[in-house]
Every structure is written in C-alpha cells, then in structure tokens.
C-alpha cells in the first residue's frame, strides 16, 4: 500500500533526488565527481526527472547561475537555519540543490580534507547535515519538486536513508538507494559524535550506524537504504567477501538479494579522440594510427621525454593511493625502464610514493616522467599518446580510467579485479583467435606478474597489424552511460513496484528496453 502510494508520488515522469558530494568539472577528487556529472543527464535523457543535491561548496556557488532560495530549515546542526537552494548548472542548464551553510562548507580546495591533508575533524557535522538535508528535500522541503526516489552516492550522503527510517512514516515514503563508490571509503567517526547526529538512541546499534565501538556513515546507509548499488557486477561479488568487505562483507552478504552491480560508463561530451582539444589531431577507430602517433609526439615533447615512436610508452593517470597499486609499478619501474620502456604518470596522493616516483623520473629523466598533481588536459594528452595505460589496482569498484583508454586506444594493463575484471578483455590465445581482446589482465599482486604482463604485452605490440586489431577492437567498445542510465531506471521502477531488484532482473529489464 505503501509502495503504490508512493509510485504516484511524482508527476508524469519519475523523480529521482541524487545526493553526492562531488560533480565534475567544479569539485572532483576521483570518478565520483564523473558519475556525478554524466549520469544524471543520461536518466534525464531518458524522462527521468533528476537532479542533484550537494554541499554548498564554494566551488559550486561561485559558478552556477540562477540561486534562489527553496526553504532555510531548523537543523540539529546550527544554531540558524540554514539555507537550501536551488541552482542551475551553467552548462546544461539543469536543476540542482545546494545546501549553503558556510561555516561548514566555505573551505578552500579539497572537499573533505584540510591543506595539510588531513580530514576536517568536523566530517561527521559537514555530511550528517548534507544528509540531513537531503532527506528533508525527499521528505518534500521543496513544495514544488518531491522525488520518489533519494539515490544516495558514497559515505557522504550515508546518513540520509537513516533520517528517513526515523521520520513519522507518512513523511517517509520516499525510496531509497544507496550506491558504494568505494567500499574503502566507511565514513567512520567516533562512537562519542553520534549524540550530534539527531538520530534514534536505538539507532546506535549494529542494526543501525555502529560499527564496531564507532559511527560509520556508510554503514548507516548499507542499513537502512532499500536498495544497494554498486558500480560493477564482479566488485558488487568481491564485497560480499571478507578480502574486499572491508569489515562490511557480513550486512552485505545479508542484504545480497538487494544488491547489484551497474557499470559506470564513459561520457562522450568530455572523453571522445574525434572531439578532444587537448590532442594534437582528433582521431577515430581508422585514423588511429596517426592520431596516437600525433599525440604520443605531443605527449614526449611536453614531459621531455626523449621521442622513440617504437619504444612503449606507459601511462598512468591515477590517484597515488595503496588501492591503486602503483608500488607494485614503482618496484617493477627499473627493469621496465631497463627494457625500453617508458612512462608519463599524472597523479597525487601518498607522499611515499610521489616521492618514490619523482626520485625515479630525476634518475631517469629521458624515460620517465612524473607530474604531481591534477591536471584535466594533461590527463587526456596521456591516455590518447600512452601505448598502454597500467592499473594494478589492488581493489577497483569500476575504474574510469581504463574505460577512457579503451575509448582513446591505448590498451589497459590491469590487475583482474572489480570493473577492470569487468571491462578490459585480456588477451589469450582464446580471445585473439576470437577478435575479442582488448587489454591485459593478470592476477598476483606482484610487481613480478606485473611486468610478466608488460613483456606478454610488448611482444604483440611488435605485431602491428594483431596490436592494431586490438586496438580498434578496444576503441569501439561503447561503455557509455546510457546502457548504465538504462539499468538505473529499470532499478527505479522495480524499486517502486515493490520488488527486489535482482541484477538478473535489471539486466533482463534493461536488455529488453533495448539497453543491448
Ligand atoms: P577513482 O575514482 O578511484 O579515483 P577512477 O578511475 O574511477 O578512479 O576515476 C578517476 C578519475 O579521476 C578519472 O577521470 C581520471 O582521469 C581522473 N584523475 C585521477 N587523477 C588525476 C590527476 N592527477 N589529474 C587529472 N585527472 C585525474
């Protein structure tokens, strides 16, 4: 009864409120930010009526036009009201929500973190009011726009499905979603703020927000959310398991027949060779051949790596965290180097291996080149003139990155785990023979499999015309969001029907709406 009242909830077309706290080209610090940017208007194109809510971040408020106030609510979290608002984003035009309250969100650079790199001690206020808010909105804060369907993101918006199961139920009625971006990512906080929250006492409970002895804002929602997502099918299996639950596995395993895995995919408008400014000539599946070798000139001629056209070059574009697994390249680097190789890495993070990976680009200047750093246009100048792009991720929920290389042709090297398992098809024999290859995967987390992989990977890129089909192979094997938007709202209507959204059922769903 409750369900159908709520599948009439909106209009015509279905309403769905996205809160997350990032949203490209203005606040990103990973693909949360991509997601955030291209999913959104892929539903949209598809009549479901979405839009976002973030923080007020500066970043935001100085660049989106038309901010007029919705409603300034009473919160748990300020002494005032604080000010939730409506916006629109300068390019598309597309409605949005800002919760503008600048003593919690007017900080320079990094949204979760202090320049010093630390988090924000104050975390737990900054996101428990983003999902305070957030619930108010899908409780019906703005009279004119109530969603059906609050679709959270991450840790930041984890607390929002809580707030709805501790409202009065005819305030409640709105679904819930939850997708894990990075599982690694707990939001966790000392047991000591949860008085701060508002929330239930008995909500301190592991049927609730604790987390062993602490408060965790993921697993507040992983609780209370209806539906759980994640962005691959395999990364939604491997965390369900004790090596990638990060403590979490168990509730997952509990809640498996409400989770699923949809793929993130890439967005044409930013990520396309044939329209790319940042290349030196745009390229497609046929012209490859010149416009890499264009971009790869280009690409030496920036960094000043010495110009070889037949040495391999390796890119990385990445964050430098342990997930990523680049010590595993760091310690493989001298007998890749020793081997010909070459490597442009763009990337910031860990301070041990920024340090690792400047100390090895001044010993070998003419090979490797390293900028620390964040850098949009340097990025895609590396991805279209890499022959390789390398991820030996340790966990990787989808990975963007490898999606991008596919697109732009510089085959992945991978380590076979989460959405890489997903996307990249490893040459073998198998899948040579069969025209279907379009990467390298391995298994070990070894520096040693890693570069058994770079030689495998080498000695067919000394065969033009296999590492060509290859090549084209991987460039038009279309990852794009609206296969993923597809699987969304099929999810969307399921959810609202009452019935569990399966991933075979999804997947059928949206196969039979033509998501191929
Ligand atoms: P994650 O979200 O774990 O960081 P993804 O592969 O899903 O990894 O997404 C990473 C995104 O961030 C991609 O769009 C990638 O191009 C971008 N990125 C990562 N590091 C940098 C950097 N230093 N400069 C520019 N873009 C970067």
Not at 97 to 118: E, I, K, M, T
Not at 257 to 283: A, C, E, F, K, M
Not at 316 to 340: C, Y
Not at 382 to 397: N, W
């Amino acid at each position: 009864m409750r369900i159908a009242q709520r599948a009439r909830a909106g209009t015509s077309s279905l309403r769905v409120l996205h809160a997350c706290a990032e949203l490209y080209p203005w606040v990103k610090s990973g693909g949360l930010g991509d997601v955030a940017a291209a999913l959104p208007p892929a539903l949209a194109a598809l009549d479901v009526d979405t839009r976002v809510i973030l923080p007020g971040f500066p970043g935001f408020l100085d660049a989106f036009t038309e901010i007029t106030d919705v409603v300034r609510l009473a919160t748990p979290y300020a002494g005032e009201r604080v000010r939730i608002a409506r916006a629109r984003l300068p390019d598309s035009g597309r409605y949005v929500y800002l919760v503008d309250h600048p003593p919690f969100y007017d900080r320079p650079g990094n949204p979760y973190a202090a320049p010093d790199g630390s988090d924000w001690p104050d975390n737990h206020r900054r996101f428990g009011l983003f999902s305070w808010a957030a619930a108010a909105l899908a409780r019906g804060a703005d009279r004119d726009w109530r969603p059906a369907i609050l679709h959270c993101h991450d840790w930041h918006g984890g607390l929002a499905p809580a707030y709805l199961a501790a409202a009065p139920p005819a305030e409640s009625r709105v679904a819930t979603i939850l997708t894990i971006h990075n599982l690694a990512y707990r939001g966790i906080f000392p047991a000591a703020v949860f008085p701060e929250l508002a929330l239930p006492a008995s909500f301190y409970a592991v049927a609730g927000v604790e987390f062993f002895g602490q408060v965790s804002f993921l697993k507040a929602g992983l609780f209370f959310a209806e539906q759980l997502t994640t962005v691959s099918p395999t990364y939604a299996r491997e965390i369900q398991t004790p090596e990638f639950g990060w403590g979490l596995d168990g509730l997952l395993r509990t809640r498996a027949s409400r989770l699923t895995g949809i793929l993130n995919g890439v967005d044409p408008r930013i990520w396309d060779p044939r329209h790319d400014p940042n290349l030196p000539q745009p390229y497609d599946s046929e012209t490859a051949p010149t416009g890499k070798r264009a971009a790869k000139a280009a690409l030496c001629a920036r960094l000043g790596l010495a110009e070889a056209q037949e040495a391999p070059l390796y890119g990385v574009v990445s964050r430098l965290t342990p997930q990523k697994g680049l010590d595993l390249l760091l310690a493989a680097l001298p007998e890749l180097v020793a081997g010909g190789g070459r490597l442009a890495l763009l990337g910031s993070g860990d301070a041990d291996l920024e340090q690792g990976f400047a100390d090895a680009a001044r010993a070998n200047p003419n090979s490797i080149a390293v900028t620390l750093g964040y850098d949009d246009a340097l990025s895609h100048l590396i991805i279209a003139g890499a022959d390789m792009v390398l991820m030996p991720s340790r966990f990787e929920p989808c990975g963007l990155t490898q999606l991008y290389a596919l697109r732009y042709g510089a085959l992945p090297l991978v380590r076979r785990v989460g959405g890489l398992a997903d996307t990249v098809v490893d040459a073998s024999a198998v899948t040579l023979a069969e025209g279907t290859a379009t990467g390298f995967a391995f298994d070990e987390a070894s520096p040693a499999a890693l570069l058994a992989t770079a030689t495998r990977a080498e000695r067919l890129r000394r065969e033009p015309r296999v590492w060509l089909y290859m090549m084209r192979r991987a460039m038009t094997r279309d990852f794009l969001w609206e296969a993923s938007a597809r699987r969304y709202r099929e999810l969307y209507r399921h959810l609202l029907g009452g019935a569990p959204a399966t991933a075979e059922r999804v997947n059928a769903a949206a196969i039979a709406a033509g998501a191929g």
